[in-house]
């Protein structure tokens, strides 16, 4: 049932019928066919090291079993294809890491600007505001002259 599930694309309901097979099968009875049906779903789904596993038991319990064999040569090919996958992920966090570090650093050296340089606040008038909008004069104009 398992197989036909898988055959159909029905991943999540072949899974649970092959590992609920595994889990039932009777001691004396090899399980080869439910480790191999196992493989190939967990193959289909994507996890291949899960899936190297139950091929490489299915070859213990039938050493002549071609599409194990074939399949773990293909799965075996593939994972080590991702190594490089790794190192590269790798390299890329270093490099995150050290950006970050500069930047920290660079924080760390920068001194705070002097009090002395910034000109000093202004403070709000609001009499002189007052008096500019009845007269009409620009505030501005107010602060440069000393109006009586």
Not at 54 to 63: A, Q, Y
Not at 91 to 110: D, K, R, T, Y
Not at 132 to 143: E, F, M, T, V, Y
Request: charged fraction near 20%; include cysteine; proline fraction near 6%.
């Amino acid at each position: 049932m398992a197989r036909l599930l898988l055959t159909l694309q029905y991943l999540d309901d072949a899974l649970f019928l092959a590992r609920r097979s595994l889990e039932l099968q009777a001691p004396d009875r090899s399980a080869w066919q439910q480790h191999f049906t196992l493989g190939e779903i967990l193959k289909a789904y994507g996890h291949h090291q899960e899936a190297v596993l139950h091929f490489k038991h299915t070859l213990e319990l039938r050493p002549d079993h071609t599409g194990a064999q074939e399949a773990l040569v293909e799965l075996e090919t593939l994972l080590a294809g991702t190594g490089l996958h790794i190192c590269t992920l790798l390299i890329i966090i270093f490099l995150v890491l050290g950006v970050l570090l500069v930047m920290l650093s660079s924080l760390e050296n920068e001194e705070p600007p002097d009090l002395a340089s910034r000109p000093p606040p202004r403070h709000f008038s609001r009499a002189l505001a007052m008096r500019s909008l009845k007269l009409g004069i620009s505030p501005r104009a107010l602060r440069s002259k000393r109006l009586p």
